[in-house]
């Protein structure tokens, strides 16, 4: 089993940045893909961005060049810095990590793009 907590989210003006942070624990695996997903309201939950404990990332394209995902893997740690701000961001942030397969999910952030 794995554990995620999340932390970082609020409330923020249009042009505003956030930082994300989940923290992985329990039966940790050296290698995994962790990342972060987001859903609006009345919409799918739909990929943000995600890092391989030993790869790159990969980002959305509503996340290129505003959203940077990085991870402390000593940590076991994720991290997602969002910039530029926009109202559509306004979401509730799910953080994951994808061991031998296996999905898990953190309880979400509420993330509010509002002036």
């Known amino acids: 089993q794995v554990q995620l907590v999340e932390s970082g989210g609020g409330l923020v003006q249009p042009g505003g940045s956030l930082r994300l942070s989940c923290a992985a624990s329990?039966?940790?695996?050296?290698?995994?893909?962790m990342g972060w997903y987001r859903q609006a309201p009345g919409k799918e939950r739909e990929l943000v961005a995600r890092?391989?404990?030993?790869?790159?990332?990969n980002y959305a394209d509503f996340a290129k060049g505003r959203f940077t995902i990085s991870r402390a893997n000593a940590k076991n740690t994720v991290y997602l810095q969002m910039n530029s701000l926009k109202p559509e961001d306004t979401a509730v942030y799910y953080c994951?990590?994808?061991?031998?397969?296996?999905?898990?999910w953190g309880q979400g952030t509420q993330v509010t793009v509002s002036s």
């Open positions: 994951n990590i994808v061991q031998a397969g296996r999905p898990y």
């Open positions: 329990g039966s940790m695996f050296s290698f995994n893909v």
């Open positions: 890092i391989a404990s030993n790869g790159g990332p």
